[in-house]
């Protein structure tokens, strides 16, 4: 039967309390996700996570497309009143 070698710390004493210190106080996973810092997975696989948040992201994306694409242009806005010719970037 061989023994195995005892593990040296790579770590002080002192920075090890200091570690376990910081770790005992650190917040739970409930006040991450209310802090916004985690989100709330409620057990739902990571891979899926990322995938909704990605299908998200994009269906946000076409709808800012879409809103700016129906935005009125400037000449149209200065033809209405709604802006000077001044405040109009120029086409």
């Given amino acids: ?3 195995q070698p005892v593990r040296q710390s790579s770590i002080s004493d ?8 910081h770790l005992s106080s ?4 409930k006040e991450l996700v209310e802090r916004n810092v985690l ?3 409620k ?4 891979r899926l996570i990322a995938a909704r948040e990605k299908l998200e ?3 946000l994306e076409n709808k800012l497309d879409h809103a700016l694409q129906q935005r009125p ?6 033809k ?11 086409s």
């Avoid at 650190?26 to 996973?29: A, G, I, N, S, T």
């Avoid at 242009?73 to 200065?78: H, Q, S």
């Fill in 14 to 21: 002192d920075t090890r309390q200091k570690l376990e210190q």
């Fill in 43 to 46: 057990g739902v696989a990571p």
């Fill in 57 to 59: 992201r994009s269906q």
């Fill in 39 to 41: 989100k709330d997975d």
């Fill in 26 to 29: 650190r917040p739970d996973k």
């Fill in 1 to 3: 039967m061989s023994t």
């Fill in 80 to 90: 209405e009143g709604i802006l000077t010719e001044e405040e109009a970037p120029p």
């Fill in 73 to 78: 242009k400037a000449a149209e806005l200065v």
